[in-house]
């Protein structure tokens, strides 16, 4: 069965670099077959792609995030990881990371990420 | 980038009814949508893709039409569980969108 999990802290302070994990079991990130990425959502409110690559090919960036955004793969690891820099309380949020092609499916269980001094 | 608007925000209704929620883009996106169901505390979860297919294991009490600029997630007789926030998502350009959501709630 596959599944995603995301680690990381869950707190970061301003300017800082918001760094999380996921852990990708059940299927091959290497295998081409999907594009993998992060998704977030500030709580009570709605969803936003940040990004995602597809292994062999591109890796998209959400322009909103104005180049503070990169996405990384660990193919020994079977795992990705999300670097955003700069940031500000805006970027509080639970980030999700996720498989898709046709649509979103499955997703991580997400983390709360904050942004706090 | 490609704004969708979902309509109510909010839809009061009882178990039983039939509730029709409405997600319209502001370009032409084919029948590039999928529709999703999130309740507190929990990821989003997987309804419709591609406009009006079922994922794996949703109830037939889910449906959802359209195509080009509008889409419908119909739900034919709500069941308590059934009461969530609902969101639309087009994969027809980079970057992916979603909707604001609608909120059902229990009358």
């Known amino acids: 069965q596959l599944q995603l999990q995301e680690s990381g802290p869950g707190l970061v302070k301003p300017s800082e670099t918001l760094s999380l994990s996921c852990i990708v079991s059940?299927?091959?990130?290497?295998?081409?077959?999907?594009?993998w990425g992060w998704i977030r959502q500030p709580p009570g409110k709605g969803l936003e792609w940040i990004g995602h690559?597809?292994?062999?090919?591109?890796?998209d960036y959400n322009p909103s995030l104005k180049g503070r955004v990169t996405i990384s793969v660990d193919t020994s690891k079977n795992q990705f990881s999300l670097n955003l820099n700069s940031v500000t309380a805006a970027d509080s949020a639970i980030y999700y990371c996720v498989r898709h092609w046709q649509s979103v499916d499955p997703w991580g269980q997400g983390t709360l990420v904050t942004v706090s001094s | 980038e490609i704004v969708l608007t979902q309509s109510p925000a909010t839809l009061s209704l009882s178990p039983g009814e039939r509730a029709t929620l409405s997600c319209g883009a502001s370009q032409y996106i084919s029948k590039y949508l999928a529709w999703y169901q999130q309740k507190p505390g929990q990821a989003p979860r997987l309804l419709i893709y591609?406009?009006?297919n079922r994922a794996t294991g949703i109830p037939a009490r889910f449906s959802g039409s359209g195509s080009g600029t509008d889409f419908t997630l119909t739900i034919s007789s709500l069941e308590p569980e059934d009461f969530a926030i609902y969101y639309c998502?087009?994969?027809?350009?980079?970057?992916?969108?979603f909707g604001q959501g609608t909120r059902l709630e229990i009358k």
């Open positions: 998502q087009q994969r027809s350009k980079w970057p992916l969108t």
């Open positions: 591609d406009a009006s």
């Open positions: 059940g299927d091959s990130i290497t295998s081409g077959d999907y594009y």
């Open positions: 690559f597809y292994y062999g090919g591109s890796t």
